[in-house]
Structure formats: structure tokens, C-alpha cells
């Protein structure tokens, strides 16, 4: 099976869906797959992370246009992922751009990568069972496939679009259309197809994968039921109910070989739920990097895309509240929005002299690791979470995760007072509505109770500990939704 993706950890890192290629994709080779991934070869790629990379196809033509864009495709090994990388040559420079997303040209780079993508596997004689897409910038690869491919003999692969996030879904016009060759706008701008349902004459790259994947998942149960039943589905509400025969929610894993306290090379001390005693040199660590007091308090830690999605608002609040609570703040997180980035500049300097309070504000994998170890509590007060990585990643780090009761974060956190569920399956603070009182409740009562009972804390950190959130079972949901479209 083949993986097109957009981001892969370690090497293209935006949000979570870097990472959630990067654990299913070794889980199902662990289970005897072969798995390939294609991805777009970034000038701003941490080539340190990829292991003989060399050249494999040194002529791919790709239509474009009237005509086609020259391309050569790159193999190598990201931790022992078997990768392509397309790199195109043409004056548009699609990928030989400091950043990875951000351009106003990004729907149409995306369009060519999935043409690449698609034509290079064409063309190298690869026929996959299974192609699975990620998100709006690779869902135009089914639409190649059965309106292009399929004719020219590609009749083998099934196609499975994981969707980690309905607010972005490439709208775009006409041009869309004379760039891909996909002819006939009436065809196209149907609203049984391509066709927007919120912007007249326009188009929806995801919405076409919806339309025309063998299987669509989001990445949350709790997701698939907001997206579809309950208005979060950012206008394509319709078109699910429309495929809801092939919709559903899968959980996110985490790679237990990055994410692990026991084996993390990235924290000075390395402990388990029997040595959990060394959180805290880590926590002292942390302290020290980033120069805050070593005193009793706790530390509450938020590590995030700077998004409206995560809960601006109340991470804002989380910040005063838990000072003036007498624990300590950390924040690692960054935005491509410059006013968003600006409006945390002001709260960090208003902040300086604080010896309780840390932003950081940028993106740096390393700190993120020391974070999820030296924190206390992990807070996610999002607006919207499809899956949410953080609070699993926090609660293998025994740091109690403190999240809103929506999408993935529903389905994997436990309230420790009110949850409908075993004392040894409660693993953290949700809180309903979105506003300063419900942050209150729950990050009140985890801050109380660090304090307080810390033996109910402790035990708290092991049921935390002890969950499972590894790759194993969503590994098998993908190869049973695998097998189902095999055979469909
Ligand atoms: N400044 C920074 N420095 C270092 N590391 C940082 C960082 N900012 C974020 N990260 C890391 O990036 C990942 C973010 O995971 P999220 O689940 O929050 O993903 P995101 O919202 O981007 O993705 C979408 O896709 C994922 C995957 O499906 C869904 O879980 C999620 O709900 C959905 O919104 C984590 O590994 C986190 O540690």
C-alpha cells in the first residue's frame, strides 16, 4: 500500500497529520505490509532525517496545463520508512520554498502533487491495492484515478482519504479545471462532484475525495458524528450523510518508539510507571531550560499550533488563571498567522519578569519532548479537536491532560471526578463549554488536587500511564477498512 501524504514526521512537520503517517505507516509494516510513502520533496525538509536519499526516476513528465512539468522523484529512508520524494522543475518552484504551506498558490501545488504523485506510480509500474490519502492537499488523487487512470489500465487500487481536519478542504475556481486537464465544468462543478457547497462556482478538493475515495475516515468516532449530525462539518455535512455507507471514525495512535519516556533520548532522565520518580529531574530540566523558579508548584504545560481551532481564548486565560492559582505556565507553540504570532509576542513580554511563566514561541521537536515530560498537566481547551495528539502523547508522559469534551479528546480522556467509567480508567479534567468558568472546573480541580491529595495525583499518572494509545488497534481498524475496499 502506498501513503500520499503532504507532511511526514520527522522530516515535514506541520501539525499531528505528520506524525499519524508516520506511526500507521510503520504499524502496518510491522504486520507484514509493504508500505511506501509519497510525499513532495521540500526544499525546507530536515535532510538530516533521511537516509540515503538518491535519485530513482529521473524523467517524470506530469501534465500541467497545456503541457507537463519535468520532475525527478527521490528515494530514501525516514527511519526506516521507505519514502518518494517528487521534486518538480519548473519555474513555479511549487516546493523549493522556505516554508510548507502558506502561498496563495497552495490548492494548485497541492492539485500538481497529487497529478505527480498518481502519474509516478503510473508510470513506475507500481500498482498498489491500497492508496491512502491524507487531507484536502492529496484528496484530488482519487479523481485523477477514476477519471484519468482508470481508463489507461490502473484498475487495481482502492483509494482510503483520512481526513484529520473538515476546516480546510483546497476551495478554489475554474482554474483548477484548464490546470488539471479535468475537462467539462459542468461535470466537475456538480454538486454531486467537485462542487462547492458553501461558494457558488467554486470548487472543493475535498469534497471531490469524499465523492470519490472507496473509503473516507476522519479520525475520531466522536469527529465522524460532530462532522456529519452535529454542524462541525464546515459546510460538507451533506455530502457525508450523502456517503455515510463508507465514513467513519478511527482514533489516532501514537508511535510508541518517538513518543516513549522510557527510551526518549531527547529528556535527561528516562523513567516508566515504576520509576515515575524521574519525571521530576525532568521537570527540573525543564525548569532550568527555561528558566523558571524551582519551587513546589505544578506545571502546566499547552503545546500547539497557535490556531483558533486550539482555544486562543482560553489558553489565554489558562495563562492568568494558573498563576494566580500559584502554579506555573509553559507554552511551545507558533502560528503562520503574523497577527496571531504578534498578539503571543505581547502576552510573552508582559510576562517577562514573571519566574512562573514561559512562552516559547516557535516550533522546536526537541523542547516538545522535554515539555511532555516536565509538565504536570497538559491543557487542551480546543474549540474544535478532531483527534487531538497532544493529550495522548501527555498522558504516556504521565502528565494529566486537562482537555474540552469535543471530537477525539471526548474519546480518550476521563474526567477523574465525573467520568461514567472505572476509577482505573480515569485518566484526567474535561470540561463542556467553551468559556472562562468551564476551564475553571476542571484545571480548579487538577491544580487543587496536585496540590491538595497528591497521592489521588499520583494514582491519577498511573491509570495515565497505563493507557493504551499505540498504534495496535487502529492499526487493525485501517487493515479491516483495507480489506473491505479490497473486496468492495
Ligand atoms: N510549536 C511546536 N513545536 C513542537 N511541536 C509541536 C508544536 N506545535 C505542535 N507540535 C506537535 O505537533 C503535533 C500536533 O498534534 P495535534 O493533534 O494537535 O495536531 P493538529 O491540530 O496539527 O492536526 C490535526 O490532525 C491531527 C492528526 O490526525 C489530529 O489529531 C488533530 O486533531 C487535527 O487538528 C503534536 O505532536 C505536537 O507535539
Redesign the pocket.
Known amino acids: 500500500m502506498v501513503h500520499v501524504t503532504p507532511e511526514l514526521?520527522t522530516v515535514a512537520?506541520?501539525?499531528?497529520?505528520?506524525?499519524?503517517v508516520f506511526g500507521l505507516s510503520r504499524e502496518l509494516a510491522i504486520r507484514g505490509n509493504h508500505v511506501e510513502i509519497v510525499l513532495p520533496k521540500y526544499a525546507s525538509m530536515r535532510y538530516d532525517q533521511i537516509y540515503d536519499l538518491h535519485e530513482v526516476h529521473r524523467d517524470l513528465w506530469v501534465p500541467w496545463y497545456d503541457g507537463a512539468i519535468h520532475c525527478s522523484v527521490y528515494f530514501g529512508f525516514v527511519h526506516d520508512r521507505k519514502c518518494f520524494f517528487i521534486e518538480p522543475h519548473s519555474g513555479d518552484d511549487f516546493f523549493d520554498r522556505p516554508a510548507i504551506y502558506g502561498y496563495p498558490d497552495d490548492v494548485l501545488r497541492y492539485a500538481f502533487f497529487s497529478r505527480a504523485a498518481i502519474e509516478f506510480l503510473w508510470q513506475s509500474g507500481k500498482h498498489p491495492d491500497v492508496i491512502h490519502c491524507h487531507d484536502w492537499q492529496t484528496a484530488l488523487l482519487p479523481v485523477y484515478l477514476y477519471e484519468f487512470y482508470q481508463r489507461l489500465g490502473m484498475t487495481h487500487p482502492r483509494v482510503c482519504l483520512?481526513i484529520?481536519?473538515f476546516?480546510h478542504q483546497g476551495v478554489v475556481g475554474g482554474e483548477l479545471l484548464r490546470a488539471t486537464g479535468l475537462q467539462h465544468p459542468e461535470r466537475f462543478h456538480h454538486h454531486d462532484r467537485l462542487g462547492d457547497p458553501r461558494y457558488p462556482g467554486m470548487l472543493n478538493l475535498l469534497k471531490g475525495g469524499i465523492v470519490y475515495s472507496n473509503f473516507v475516515t476522519t479520525?475520531?468516532p466522536r469527529?465522524a458524528f460532530e462532522t456529519k449530525d452535529q454542524g462541525q462539518g464546515f459546510g460538507l455535512e451533506g455530502v457525508l450523510h450523502a456517503h455515510q455507507i463508507k465514513y467513519g471514525g478511527v482514533v489516532?495512535g501514537i508511535d510508541y518508539d518517538l513518543?516513549n519516556p522510557e527510551i526518549d533520548h531527547h529528556i535527561p532522565a528516562r523513567y516508566g510507571v515504576e520509576t515515575i520518580e524521574a519525571k521530576y529531574d525532568d521537570k527540573r530540566a525543564l525548569r532550568q531550560r527555561l528558566m523558571l523558579a524551582d519551587n513546589e508548584k505544578a506545571i502546566v504545560a499547552f503545546?500547539?499550533?497557535l490556531?483558533p481551532?486550539?482555544g486562543l481564548e482560553l489558553v489565554r486565560h489558562a495563562i492568568f488563571y494558573t498563576l494566580e492559582r500559584g502554579a506555573q505556565f509553559v507554552l511551545?507553540?507558533?502560528s503562520p498567522d503574523p497577527a496571531i504570532n504578534a498578539d503571543f509576542w505581547g502576552l510573552k513580554r508582559m510576562l517577562n519578569d514573571s519566574p512562573d511563566c514561559h512562552l516559547?514561541i516557535?516550533?522546536?521537536?526537541e523542547?516538545?519532548h522535554l515539555i511532555?515530560a516536565g509538565a504536570d498537566m497538559m491543557l487542551?481547551p480546543?474549540r474544535f479537536?478532531?483527534?487531538?495528539?497532544?493529550q495522548m502523547?501527555a498522558l504516556r508522559y504521565g502528565t494529566i491532560p486537562v482537555v474540552r469534551a469535543v471530537?477525539?479528546l471526548a474519546d480518550t480522556v476521563f474526567d477523574k471526578d465525573h467520568a461514567a467509567r472505572p476509577l482505573h480508567e480515569r485518566n484526567g479534567y474535561v470540561f463542556n463549554d467553551y468559556d472562562h468558568a468551564g476551564l475553571e472546573s476542571a484545571l480548579g480541580r487538577a491544580i487543587a488536587c496536585y496540590h491538595d491529595y497528591p497521592g489521588d495525583f499520583r494514582a491519577l499518572m498511573h491509570n495515565a500511564m497505563r493507557t493504551d494509545y499505540s498504534w495496535n488497534r487502529p492499526g487493525q481498524d485501517y487493515l479491516n477498512i483495507y480489506d473491505y475496499i479490497r473486496n468492495g
Open positions: 514526521a512537520k506541520v501539525g499531528g497529520l505528520a506524525d499519524v483520512t484529520h481536519n476546516a479520525v475520531s469527529y489516532n513518543w503545546i500547539g499550533r490556531d481551532q486550539k511551545l507553540g507558533s516559547e516557535g516550533f522546536d521537536e523542547l516538545a511532555y487542551v480546543s479537536e478532531p483527534c487531538g495528539l497532544t502523547i471530537g477525539g
